[in-house]
């Protein structure tokens, strides 16, 4: 066999499957990202009913927030240790989430209980229409990505062989 | 009397932020003090600020609005709703020390619904003076009876009271302290008596007296009619009271008519005066 085509096939095959490995990450990127604004709409939700129904310490409230998604309990922790505003950077939000997100925690804890519940239902509602936003445009974004990646993998396949 | 003193925590100062506390041990510092020297701190926003010692008092630098913010942020632990209460009452309390607070009152129906836009904190260095309360542990011994100790503000009544703790400890009184502004509760650790932590000060001695058998009840700053007449419940159950309360004399105590009443009732034996003679605190025992 020649041995040009071979490497030429290789090399082909390399670009496909990392084409294919960046689409699934981009993919991945996206079900985090929308997991972690449902657990910061449900957060937001957690504090504003222990605001109204217990008046805890901010710090009581986040650490006994008993979050869905494994891979944020650290971040959770680290928050209640020290400020929600301090570790809200780390958090791997989109874009829009965090700038919601950045904006609650500057606010949290620096009202009286009625504009703290009233904080949190805005945020609540900023954050659900968001993921509305991001869930509805998921599947889209996913298609996009993979088309992207088999036209990318077709054109260095055709390209090369 | 044993006039040594010592600062209660390792760091009374704690709940400062770290650049305001930088500035007060600086001050402190800048003036020749040792921060065991310092009574007050007196922070204002964007006024004059002080550190004092005593009656002499020393600037600190002006706290900007953002400063100041953080300041009521660290204090309250990031939590202002959760001190609503305490606010309304005019003091934060932090990590077991008082902060006094003012700011502009918000009125629902001529009381206070809320504070808002807070100006001033005042932080009173607490201290422990060892034998402050032995006259009025001498009373005690003697036969457990109600003592009403009163001075004007920052003389040392709460102090007087957190050493009366630890001496009836030591006798195995069993007694319950009444500790609505947490001032107290850090000297009961390890003693014989029971803590009723941030009861409003009536319905923590009505308990008291109702559940918890108590051969003395001890309580900080008795103010108004709720008060006295849980003063006046627990001395007709049978359980002598020692309490606190703002009088320069005794003709001043006695021109709040509760407080007379509860005079003229007998609920104190023994009215204890407390004034500053050269720095040091001199008593005036008075029997009703």
């Given at each position: 066999m020649n041995?040009?085509?071979?490497?030429?096939t290789?090399?082909?095959?390399?670009?496909?499957l990392?084409?294919a490995?960046?689409?699934?990450?981009?993919?991945?990127?996206?079900?985090?990202s929308?997991?972690?604004a449902?657990?910061?709409?449900r957060?937001?939700r957690?504090?504003?009913?222990?605001v109204?129904?217990?008046?805890?310490?901010?710090?009581?409230?986040?650490?006994?927030?008993?979050?869905?998604?494994?891979a944020?309990?650290?971040?959770?922790?680290k928050?209640s240790e020290t400020?929600?505003?301090?570790?809200?950077h780390?958090f791997?939000?989109d874009?829009?989430t965090q700038r919601i997100?950045t904006?609650?925690?500057?606010?949290?804890?620096?009202?009286?209980?009625?504009?703290?519940?009233?904080?949190?239902?805005?945020?609540?509602?900023?954050l659900r229409a968001?993921?509305?936003?991001?869930?509805?445009?998921?599947?889209?974004?996913?298609?996009?990505?993979?088309?992207?990646?088999?036209f990318?993998?077709?054109?260095?396949?055709?390209l090369?062989l | 009397m044993?006039?040594?003193?010592?600062?209660?925590?390792?760091?009374?100062?704690?709940?400062?932020?770290?650049n305001?506390?930088?500035?007060?041990i600086?001050?402190?510092?800048d003036?020749g003090?040792?921060?065991?020297d310092?009574?007050?701190?007196?922070l204002?926003r964007g006024?004059?600020?002080?550190?004092?010692c005593?009656?002499?008092?020393y600037?600190l630098?002006?706290?900007?609005?953002a400063r100041?913010?953080?300041?009521?942020?660290?204090?309250?632990?990031?939590?202002?709703y959760?001190?609503?209460d305490?606010?309304?009452?005019g003091y934060?309390?932090?990590r077991?020390v008082?902060?006094g607070?003012?700011g502009?009152?918000?009125?629902?129906?001529?009381?206070?619904?809320?504070?808002?836009?807070i100006?001033s904190?005042?932080?009173?260095?607490?201290r422990?003076?060892?034998?402050?309360?032995?006259?009025v542990h001498?009373?005690?011994?003697r036969r457990l009876?109600?003592?009403?100790?009163?001075?004007?503000?920052?003389?040392?009544?709460?102090?007087?009271?957190r050493?009366l703790?630890?001496?009836?400890?030591?006798?195995?009184?069993q007694?319950?302290?009444?500790?609505?502004?947490?001032?107290?509760?850090?000297?009961?650790?390890?003693?014989?008596?029971?803590?009723?932590s941030?009861?409003?000060?009536?319905?923590?001695?009505?308990?008291?007296?109702?559940?918890?058998?108590?051969?003395?009840i001890?309580c900080?700053?008795?103010?108004?009619?709720?008060?006295?007449?849980?003063?006046?419940?627990?001395?007709?159950?049978g359980?002598?009271?020692?309490?606190?309360?703002?009088?320069?004399?005794?003709?001043?105590?006695?021109?709040?008519?509760?407080?007379?009443?509860?005079?003229?009732?007998?609920?104190?034996?023994?009215?204890?005066?407390?004034?500053?003679?050269?720095?040091a605190?001199?008593?005036?025992?008075?029997k009703?």
């Open positions: 041995p040009v085509f071979i490497c030429k290789v090399g082909a095959l390399a670009i496909a990392s084409c490995m960046t689409a699934l990450d981009y993919a991945r990127c996206v079900r985090t929308l997991d972690a449902r657990d910061a709409e957060f937001v957690f504090v504003g009913d222990a109204r129904y217990r008046s805890d310490d901010i710090s009581d409230i986040i650490g006994s927030y008993d979050t869905d998604c494994r944020l309990r650290p971040l959770w922790k928050a400020t929600l505003s301090e570790v809200v780390d791997p939000f874009e829009a997100m904006e609650f925690s500057s606010e949290l804890g620096r009202g009286y209980r009625d504009s703290q519940i009233e904080l949190c239902s805005r945020t609540s509602e900023r968001h993921i509305d936003e991001l869930s509805s445009s998921k599947s889209d974004r996913l298609r996009v990505a993979c088309a992207v990646a088999v990318i993998s077709m054109s260095f396949i055709i090369f | 044993n006039t040594k003193t010592t600062i209660c925590d390792n760091d009374a100062l704690s709940p400062l932020p770290d305001i506390r930088a500035d007060v600086k001050a402190a510092s003036a003090l040792r921060l065991d310092v009574t007050d701190v007196r204002r006024g004059n600020s002080y550190v004092s005593g009656e002499r008092s600037a630098p002006p706290i900007t609005d100041f913010d953080e300041l009521i942020f660290t204090l309250t632990g990031g939590s202002l959760a001190h609503a305490t606010i309304r009452e934060i309390n932090t077991g008082r902060c607070v003012c502009r009152a918000a009125l629902d129906g001529g009381r206070i619904r809320e504070v808002s836009g100006t904190v005042s932080i009173r260095i607490r422990d003076i060892p034998g402050c309360a032995d006259r001498a009373i005690l011994r009876t109600g003592v009403l100790v009163y001075s004007p503000p920052g003389v040392g009544k709460t102090t007087l009271l050493d703790i630890r001496s009836l400890s030591r006798e195995s009184v007694f319950s302290v009444v500790d609505c502004r947490g001032e107290l509760a850090d000297a009961c650790r390890g003693t014989s008596a029971d803590v009723l941030d009861y409003p000060k009536s319905d923590g001695i009505r308990a008291a007296v109702r559940s918890l058998s108590p051969q003395l001890i900080d700053e008795l103010s108004g009619r709720e008060d006295a007449d849980a003063a006046m419940y627990a001395h007709s159950c359980v002598p009271i020692v309490a606190t309360s703002h009088a320069a004399s005794v003709d001043e105590l006695k021109l709040r008519a509760e407080m007379a009443s509860l005079c003229d009732a007998r609920v104190f034996t023994h009215l204890v005066g407390l004034y500053r003679e050269g720095g605190v001199r008593h005036i025992i008075t009703t």
